[in-house]
């Protein structure tokens, strides 16, 4: 995580970190003002907070309540070197708790993460450096020495089923790419919770919202996963899929790629005759109900000037075909896309992952039982065996499935039983080799997790209807979290066992590898479309599926597009500028709209907000709300504020003014009371200051309490601005590329 340090008045410190502010002083006796703790203060609470979460979690998952769990920290100072101390914890626990769950609770701090990197001893690196912001060297552990593009002998390296390049070399020359681009990727976390299964999650220190996750055997495969998924996320615009690039960008010469072009929607809305083809018009609108407005891309909001499209090569004739970005970014999310260290490798890993996520899909929907792989082929991994056991002795028991519907797809599935909750995880993998297919089932099911994150999953059902519904495909396609029939732990299969192997037992190389992925395609007699990007140094594709990799169903892009940004986005951004008559426009457009009140502003309108402020939290029930109030329509915003308390998920703080706020409408909207006789009480139970803000915004002098001012030129929107910030070096990357002028260059 990197920490921004800023001097302010006398001692004073401020340390700014993803979207948080913290501030240290000193203590009078040491010539600070003593108006904030110290660093070292921070320190020391730190580890006694860590302690104190770690006890939570434990609680949380066993569903024991803290309300009467009491926990302190004390720093014992050796006197002869105060370097030297002990941090004594000490935990007060009811009566009422097991010895079991003693013991688990006092184990559960053991894992404070404070205390296990104290305890090993971190290693300090201080340097000074021309320009903090332009000093772009990764931040990455273990990256090679002189880790610049062709510096490592490959036959030294670490080779892996799958990859055209050792795992030293593959990282090196990612590692290279991104740093040239000017991002400082950090490790936010490791995971390695059994034997030969890591995870971590890295992230761009400067705009953390852009992160992936990696998986793996080993560290170096992990790390070479979470990689090559951020170079394949930038490479496909991903990290900025729904936000709104600003004006600057949205006016350059172009948005997107150099290679876009922008089509204008015929005279009645309809669809550019030069987007698409007849086989993906069929598929994207079915019943002619697509216009050309429905594809006007949020990032851009340009109506003006029309379409944007991207260019994709039909693979059945290599005829270009250009879809629309907006089509994209509302259907296919991350799936079909990837990085490789050559086209091949990036092929074969879109095309296993294409085929993980639309085979998950039919078993879960088609609530197929799946047949077991037998234990005399499991003993061929002993690596991967060790790791299922090691998880078994945890007291999860493990299905390890074959998911290849009897030998048409390279898929497996290891699925984890949760006898502590009753809840259940399906996770599936892909690739040409069984063995690493089931590898990745494997590494898939705890990416990220801790055993305690294994506590979250659902139980299975017998409601084939819910297991049947859209959004339970995304929800399992997000974070794997959807519903599992019970259907599916049949142990009569519904087909029969194939030891599979698309990758003609390791001999065949990555080409002939996507050559026998693609031929899967065409003999299901679907059409596939490629758009490729080397434009970064590594080569990325992207490959769509009409009618078979979508994640979304297609009638979203009629019914529930990301591009609604576009009649709200202005509007809300200068709130406060707009008169009544506009405010009242706005409300009836949201009522009319029959969007979920309980929306976040954030997906509305595509705008990173800082999630800690009143705009973050902010809905469109509250932005409602908010709005009958600066238009003087008490009853309506009485009825908007019972809403409000009744459903909301806001802040205490936040909680605490709507509170007030129902009570002087009340006063108000009564006849025979006078908020003058309520005023006193008011402030003592509320707090003046809320009060006072809580009176004016009834009274009309005050306008959307807690919302500060902005504009579409997004000034004060830290965190926004930090997301246009990387997509700016990209832009600027490819700009220079084609022989462009970036926006500011």
Not at 99 to 105: A, M
Request: hydrophobic residues 40%; charged residues 25%; glycine residues 8%.
């Amino acid at each position: 995580m990197e920490i921004k340090v800023n001097y302010l008045d006398n001692l004073r410190l401020e340390a700014k970190f993803d979207d948080f502010t913290v501030i240290s002083d000193q203590p009078i006796r040491y010539k600070g003002d003593g108006s904030a703790p110290g660093p070292f203060d921070y320190f020391l609470a730190s580890s006694a907070m860590c302690a104190a979460y770690f006890v939570k979690v434990y609680c949380n998952a066993r569903d024991i309540p803290t309300e009467n769990i009491r926990l302190s920290q004390n720093n014992i100072v050796d006197p002869e070197n105060r370097y030297q101390q002990i941090f004594k914890i000490q935990v007060e626990l009811p009566e009422d708790i097991s010895d079991k769950d003693r013991q688990g609770i006092l184990r559960s701090i053991d894992r404070c993460t404070v205390k296990k990197v104290v305890q090993a001893g971190p290693e300090f690196q201080v340097e000074a450096v021309e320009n903090i912001d332009g000093d772009a060297q990764a931040l990455l552990m273990g990256v090679p020495k002189g880790g610049a593009t062709g510096e490592l002998n490959g036959e030294n390296g670490t080779w892996i089923e799958g990859k055209d390049l050792p795992l030293e070399q593959t990282i090196a020359n990612m590692s290279a790419i991104l740093a040239e681009l000017g991002m400082k990727i950090e490790i936010a976390s490791w995971r390695n919770i059994v034997p030969h299964v890591w995870s971590l999650h890295i992230r761009d220190a400067a705009s953390p919202m852009c992160f992936t996750n990696g998986k793996g055997a080993t560290k170096e495969s992990a790390l070479c996963s979470a990689l090559s998924e951020f170079i394949e996320r930038l490479s496909c615009n991903f990290f900025y899929n729904d936000q709104f690039f600003g004006e600057a960008i949205a006016g350059s010469e172009f948005v997107h790629y150099p290679n876009e072009k922008w089509f204008m929607p015929g005279p009645n809305d309809e669809l550019p005759e030069e987007i698409l083809d007849d086989h993906c018009r069929g598929i994207y609108d079915p019943d002619g109900e697509l216009c050309g407005s429905h594809l006007v891309d949020t990032n851009s909001g340009r109506v003006d000037r029309g379409i944007v499209s991207l260019p994709f090569a039909r693979r059945s004739d290599g005829e270009t075909v250009y879809f629309p970005s907006n089509l994209i970014e509302n259907l296919y999310l991350s799936n079909g896309m990837s990085a490789g260290n050559t086209l091949a490798e990036a092929q074969v890993q879109c095309l296993s992952e294409i085929f993980e996520r639309a085979v998950k899909k039919q078993i879960i929907q088609e609530e197929i039982a799946l047949p077991d792989v037998p234990q005399e082929v499991l003993a061929r991994y002993p690596e991967l065996l060790e790791g299922i056991r090691a998880l078994e002795d945890q007291g999860f028991p493990l299905l390890v499935k074959d998911a290849s519907l009897g030998g048409q797809f390279p898929v497996a599935c290891v699925t984890l039983m949760n006898p502590r909750t009753g809840g259940v995880f399906a996770s599936f993998g892909a690739h040409p080799s069984f063995h690493v297919a089931l590898e990745r089932s494997l590494t898939e099911l705890l990416q990220g997790r801790s055993f305690e994150g294994l506590n979250d999953f659902l139980p299975p059902t017998f409601n084939s209807q819910a297991v049947a519904e859209p959004n339970n495909f995304v929800e399992h396609f997000i974070d794997s979290s959807g519903l599992v029939s019970w259907r599916f732990f049949s142990s009569r299969a519904d087909v029969d066992f194939c030891e599979w192997d698309f990758s003609g037992s390791g001999s065949r190389s990555t080409e002939e590898e996507a050559a026998t992925l693609f031929g899967i395609l065409e003999e299901m007699g679907l059409e596939t479309y490629q758009a490729v990007h080397e434009d970064l140094g590594a080569p990325v594709c992207r490959i769509l599926v009409p009618g078979y990799s979508e994640v979304y169903p297609v009638e979203d892009l009629v019914w529930d597009n990301t591009n609604m940004a576009l009649d709200y986005r202005e509007d809300i951004l200068n709130l406060h500028r707009l008169s009544d008559d506009a405010l009242a426009d706005l409300a009836g457009r949201l009522e009319e709209s029959q969007l979920d009140d309980q929306m976040d502003i954030i997906t509305l309108i595509g705008i990173e907000f800082d999630e800690n402020t009143a705009w973050g939290q902010l809905t469109i029930l509250e932005l409602k709300l908010l709005i009958h109030l600066a238009l003087g329509q008490h009853e309506e915003a009485l009825e908007r504020v019972e809403m409000f308390l009744q459903f909301n998920d806001n802040t205490v703080e936040r909680n605490l003014f709507y509170r007030a706020v129902q009570a002087v409408l009340e006063i108000v909207l009564d006849d025979e009371l006078e908020l003058d006789d309520f005023r006193y009480h008011l402030g003592r139970m509320f707090g003046e200051a809320t009060l006072e803000a809580v009176v004016g915004s009834v009274q009309g002098t005050v306008r959307f309490h807690g919302l500060t001012p902005t504009s579409m030129g997004l000034e004060g929107l830290d965190r926004h601005q930090r997301l246009i910030d990387s997509y700016r070096k990209l832009h600027a990357a490819r700009a220079a590329r084609a022989g462009m002028r970036a926006p500011g260059a």
